[in-house]
């Protein structure tokens, strides 16, 4: 009988034993041994294996943008329970606070952007971006359909279906041209990287053509005439930095041409920086007209040409005049991106401007999507149309009527579900709810007594006219972005133990807590080291000084140690050597 080999001896074992645990090869390489382990699994563990990567599949969260509001978000999500696929047109972050420094060579451009691919590849988390924009958002299959930025060697673009389990919409707004004749064909924007190095090209450009020899002095005018649209703090800080910018640079590089520059900021209402106190307002329109911006209010831009602006009063008699500009930067109002656009007529919402939301951010009607920042609005449900919810909810013992006590028991989460009431009793100087009842139904209110459901509605009439809509600013997008990856990073948690105000319309708790807005102040830089500050409190400040309070918190902002050194470096380059005037 011939002898087996060792190899033939395994062989035979585990053809003969096919559920064996272990199989161990052994062959040579080289002259050497190499020897592989490996375990086998039978049918039932194979089973039992898929089954618990089934259950164990991560839930994958669609991203769409990557401004304040999706940057916010993917910077605080810290739960690897997700698997996150970030798709945008833009592959960094632009800290757009400082466009208006890019515009006039104070700041380079590279300085404020930060790739995404930075910001996310030390997370924890599955982060994969995608360098597409979205076009349609198929709400009841899940789905979003998206169009790569590159193009293929034959031209073409290719289309991206994703699958999503929960969608956070972060896409922002675009200009607004309010459908005025001339202004998408004829003016500038400012709300990317690339609008700003546009504006910064063309103002060197005015330059340039104004110094050529051949021109009449009153070509010369039109063409150095720069028309700022928008007395908003875009507007009112850019047309501050062009100033600086023509006055401490560009009238030594092109002193032939200084006297023919002009700067003129158009402002459809009575003031400018009217979301400010009175005193910013004042001190700014003053300012202003000590430099020699034109500052016309009460003027509506009815019309824009290639060469001419025209205006019309807002009050004398609708007066409407014409002036020839160089530039036109128009800095007014957002709209509504067509993908949204689309997406709202799909859900109901076609009536609206922006997306609506909860207090939770979730499009209303959607669980699992969200929408933050320019692209939505939150949706503050009014203390009357819950009235009788409330009432039947604070009446415990059913009696139909309410004690003071009674009420003042849910009064916290009343505040906290609607937070209109609170602002009532603090803007009436009222401590509690008590002083409410007393003001609805005078002096002689005590904690015994009892207010049926009408009196109910009478003490609480008047809250929701404290309702009002959020700011679209970076700062409130910001806010969003990081309280939506909180509410995803406890989202486990909070299902088994809600945290948030009663419900009211149904039985036990929200989930979370409502998204409250904190309001940390504005800045409104006016030029010559010079920035007007409206702080919490109430407090303004207005001054040199706070142009290095503006430094030192717009420094702390950006979202990297590297665009910090950056931008720090570029404020030194400006004081030292002044501000770069090639264009590029």
């Not at 020899?213 to 009153?218: D, F, K, V």
């Not at 700022?228 to 507007?235: L, N, Q």
């Not at 003071?404 to 803007?427: H, M, S, T, W």
């Not at 948030?500 to 979370?512: A, I, N």
Request: glycine residues 8%.
């Amino acid at each position: 009988m011939q002898r087996m080999t060792v190899f033939q001896r395994f062989s035979r074992t585990f053809r003969e034993n096919p559920s064996l645990a272990k199989m161990l090869v052994v062959f040579t390489v080289s002259g050497g041994g190499l020897m592989a382990y490996s375990e086998a699994k039978s049918e039932n563990e194979m089973n039992i294996v898929d089954s618990t990567e089934a259950e164990g599949k991560k839930k994958r969260v669609v991203v769409l943008g990557t401004g304040w509001a999706g940057t916010s978000f993917l910077k605080n999500l810290k739960n690897s329970s997700y698997d996150v696929q970030v798709i945008s047109p833009r592959n960094y972050f632009a800290f757009t606070p400082l466009l208006p420094s890019v515009t006039c060579g104070t700041v380079e451009s590279r300085s404020i952007v930060e790739p995404i691919r930075n910001i996310v590849r030390k997370k924890n988390v599955d982060v994969h971006y995608w360098e597409a924009e979205c076009f349609k958002i198929d709400a009841e299959n899940k789905k979003v359909y998206c169009r790569s930025n590159l193009t293929s060697n034959l031209g073409e673009k290719e289309e991206i279906v994703v699958d999503y389990d929960y969608l956070v919409i972060g896409i922002g707004a675009r200009a607004n041209t309010f459908n005025i004749p001339g202004v998408a064909e004829n003016c500038h924007f400012l709300k990317e990287i690339e609008d700003a190095q546009r504006i910064r090209r063309t103002v060197i450009d005015c330059f340039e053509r104004a110094n050529l020899p051949n021109l009449s002095e009153e070509e010369r005018k039109r063409i150095l005439h720069f028309v700022v649209v928008g007395g908003g703090p875009a507007g009112v800080e850019f047309a501050a930095e062009l100033h600086d910018y023509v006055t401490e640079d560009l009238v030594k590089l092109y002193p032939k041409v200084k006297d023919a520059v002009k700067i003129t900021l158009l402002e459809a209402t009575d003031h400018i920086l009217n979301m400010f106190d009175k005193r910013i307002t004042v001190f700014a329109e003053e300012k202003f007209q000590r430099d020699g911006i034109d500052v016309k209010t009460g003027a509506m831009v009815v019309k824009v040409s290639d060469k001419e602006i025209s205006t019309k009063e807002v009050k004398n008699g609708g007066a409407i005049s014409s002036v020839p500009y160089g530039m036109v930067v128009w800095a007014t109002g957002i709209g509504t991106r067509p993908v949204i656009m689309d997406f709202m007529k799909q859900i109901g919402q076609a009536n609206r401007r922006v997306l609506a939301t909860d207090e939770w951010l979730r499009v209303e009607g959607y669980d699992g999507i969200y929408a933050l920042g320019d692209c939505a609005t939150i949706n503050q449900r009014k203390v009357m149309e819950d009235i009788w919810a409330i009432f039947r909810k604070a009446d415990k013992d059913n009696s139909g009527t309410l004690t003071v006590k009674e009420f003042q028991e849910v009064l916290a989460d009343i505040c906290e579900r609607y937070p209109q009431v609170g602002l009532y009793l603090k803007n009436r100087q009222m401590r509690s709810l008590f002083d409410l009842l007393k003001d609805s139904k005078g002096d002689a209110v005590k904690e015994s007594v009892e207010v049926n459901l009408e009196e109910f509605k009478a003490a609480l009439s008047q809250v929701d006219s404290q309702m009002k809509n959020l700011p679209a600013t970076a700062q409130v997008a910001a806010q969003q972005g990081s309280y939506l990856a909180d509410c995803f990073n406890r989202m486990e948690e909070c299902e088994k133990n809600p945290e948030g105000p009663l419900r009211f319309r149904g039985e036990g708790r929200h989930r979370f807590r409502p998204f409250r807005y904190k309001h940390f102040g504005q800045f409104a830089p006016l030029g010559g080291e010079q920035t007007a500050a409206q702080l919490p409190g109430d407090w303004v400040s207005i001054g040199q000084s706070t142009q290095w309070l503006w430094y030192s918190v717009y420094a702390s902002k950006l979202v990297s140690w590297r665009t910090r050194a950056l931008v720090i470096s570029d404020w030194g380059r400006r004081f030292i050597f002044g501000r770069d005037s090639s264009g590029i």
